[in-house]
Nanobody, 122 residues
Framework: VQLQASGGGLVQAGGSLRLSCAAS????????MGWFRQAPGKEREFVAC???????TYYGDSVKGRFTISRDTGNMVDLQMNSLKPEDTAVYYC?????????????????WGQGTQVTVSS
């Protein structure tokens, strides 16, 4: 499946952004979805994931309580990011894979979007 992430931008610390990921085909009930991020010079970091039927989510420790992942019954997955911090600055990627579980490792995913830049100023 092809993925297109959007919604990144520049925001002040404490602000909010909503990222969206549009898949090229229907994903609900088929694909588990995840969001990852990568800052310059750092490894790709797990942010959040949601299972294929929208009954379970899982978050990285650094975003827990501030970010919320959600999906519709079609082909969209969103990431609502609140209380943003400068350390949240990174390129954010959405990812997809078929399967029934929650997946939090980059190597678990087969399909990746192109990334969208999020910059949080202090």
């Amino acid at each position: 499946v092809q993925l297109q992430a959007s919604g990144g931008g520049l925001v002040q610390a404490g602000g909010s952004l909503r990222l969206s990921c549009a898949a090229s085909e229907h994903t609900f009930g088929i694909y588990a979805m995840g969001w990852f991020r990568q800052a310059p010079g750092k490894e790709r970091e797990f942010v959040a994931c949601i299972n294929r039927i929208d009954v379970a989510t899982y978050y990285g420790d650094s975003v827990k309580g501030r970010f919320t992942i959600s999906r519709d019954t079609g082909n969209m997955v969103d990431l609502q990011m609140n209380s943003l911090k400068p350390e949240d600055t990174a390129v954010y990627y959405c990812a997809a894979r078929e399967g029934p579980n929650l997946y939090y490792r980059p190597q678990d995913y087969s399909d990746w979007g192109q990334g969208t830049q999020v910059t949080v100023s202090s």
